[in-house]
């Protein structure tokens, strides 16, 4: 029997990453091959995948949107896809692990007898990887600061200010607290986008970049730039040093590395604080203006990012760009968003209840499903249903969630939590009007997807 090994991991490691490794499973399963997959989500890495199993393995499937350590599979045939795929592609990439004709990692190499050169990926597909590797560690922090400033808030507004007659001294302690856990948001990002680009050497001018970014204003714009600067500025050094003695090792990973990327990334950073300041101040400006006086087109522009591809590059530019914003202070983009990402799946729900006739058994049962999903912002419970027939179903799902969307602005709905759905409810300030808004727009999408469709014989 064919051993197969995979790999998944996603931004928020909550709920993709492990929805991935059960659909290759379940594909494996289906095929009749063995197969373990190693998890790097939220909580850490789990089933880690050993040296024994990698080299006894025939094929590794990697399907990760964040950086995870592929030195390790060099010399093994490896397919590497976003993790999105890994969920809706599960059994062709099983059958192709198993056909044999998967490139080596590492080069040239013999495999079958047939030599095989690795296919690299696109520089936009690593840059979007570097990224989202940054924002993946960046986000347990905006969560936990978001949250505990938003409880402080339930004593009052102002309960954080001794001199006000909301002041409480538990209320200022978790506003404090959480300020602190938001304020190290830009140096994470920052730092982990440099280490995902330069493993650990990157870390430490990735973390002087980011906490300069912060203290000139750059914002999350500067800590991006920085992040990549810092990377991409180690990597150089790594490499230009690589031909020292071995016995300059120390000195080149404890000294003149983090030294000189320190030096070098710092100045470019204090040249750059003032334009990119000025940059990222302007796009918040825009974005506060756009909320107020459009909240219209604002809505439209996120409810089609958020349902076009569903967990794919599109939706998670709006999706970090709310998580930046959180850190920022604004908690009303981020309402949007995630009314936007919650829609679909409510919408498939409860077009698969309203129209039972027009669904299958199976369907119907993952209809259910999508409540579930839907409700703890998890939005590619709609992929299989728009797989379908994408070209009738996703139009109808970017409309549902452009009107969960526009409504959530128009009615100035904050939440200061970058995921969780309705389980953040409590910390929601209109919560019954937030819920209404993504009702809205579910029930309006769920309705005209119910009537595309046509009748499906009993089963």
Sequence with gaps: MKKLLGVTGCITGIAHTFMAAEALKKAAEAAGVQIKVETNGAIGVEDALTAE???????????????????????KPVIEVPVAKGIQHAAELVQEAMSGNVAIRGGKTVNNGIFRIEEKPGMGNAIYKHLMSGVSHMIPFVVAGGVLIAISFLWGIYSFDPTSDQYNPTAALLKQIGGYSMGLMVPILTAYIAQ?????PGLVAGFVAGTIATATGSGFIGGILGGFLAGYVAFFLIKSMSGLPKQFEGLKSIFLVPLVSVVVVGVVMYLLADPVATINASMMSFLSNLQNSNPIILGIVIGCMSAFDMGGPVNKAAY???????????????AGVSAACITPPILVAISTTIFKNKFTKDERAAGLVNYILGCTHITEGAIPFA??????????????????????YIM??????????????????QPLTWVLCILAGSVVGAVIYGVTRKMVAED
Excluded: W
């Design 53 to 75: 199993e990698i080299k006894e393995a025939d094929c590794i499937i990697v399907a990760s949107d964040k950086q995870v350590d592929m030195e390790r599979l060099n010399g």
């Design 196 to 200: 995902s680009i330069a493993d650990r």
């Design 412 to 429: 100035k709905v904050q939440v200061p939590a970058p995921h969780g759905g309705f389980l953040i409810l409590a910390l929601v300030d």
């Design 320 to 334: 970090v760009t709310g998580t930046l914003l959180l850190g920022q202070g604004n908690y009303y983009f981020m």
């Design 387 to 408: 797989a379908k027939s994408p070209l009738t179903v996703i139009p109808i799902l970017m409309l549902g969630s452009s009107i969960s969307a526009v409504l959530t």
